[in-house]
């Protein structure tokens, strides 16, 4: 996979691609998705809420991000003690680059199937996505 990702994408597509983990990058599209509606960033237990993990746990994916520059904590206007966390504007560089190439590799994959297979599995996949999403919202 790694070759691959070299081969299609553009030196910044590929080295996000390789150095994020999957899990990294979930907790950077749960970041992103969050600062949509919290400009000044959100806080450790909401995003821990948003990607369903403890608090620790969250906690660990944020400092091994803030170390890699892709997030960033700042005060909170509200409360002095507590942190908002947020892209930094390198992380929504990489954020960008690593959409692009998981765009790109996804229209690879799906053009090589006639139209209406490509179709039908389309359908299947977003039958199988609201499924898991509607199992996610039960079990909270």
């Not at 030196?11 to 983990?21: G, N, P, R």
């Not at 990489?94 to 996804?106: Q, V």
């Not at 994959?109 to 039958?127: C, G, I, Y």
């Amino acid at each position: 996979m790694r070759e691959r990702a070299v081969q299609l994408g553009s030196a910044a597509e590929t080295e996000t691609f390789l150095e994020l983990t999957i899990s990294q990058q979930r907790i950077l599209r749960h970041v992103r998705q969050l600062t949509r509606r919290e400009r000044e960033g959100v806080t450790l237990k909401a995003l821990a809420d948003a990607a369903g993990l403890s608090s620790g746990t969250a906690s660990a994916q944020v400092e091994a991000l803030v170390r890699k520059r892709l997030l960033e904590r700042r005060p909170s206007p509200e409360d002095r003690r507590a942190v908002r966390i947020r892209l930094s504007e390198y992380g929504a560089e990489k954020f960008r680059n690593g959409h692009a190439y998981f765009t790109k590799l996804s229209e690879l994959f799906f053009d090589r199937f006639p139209d209406a297979d490509r179709q039908m599995l389309e359908k299947n996949l977003s039958d199988f996505y609201q499924y898991i999403e509607t199992v996610s919202k039960e079990e909270k």
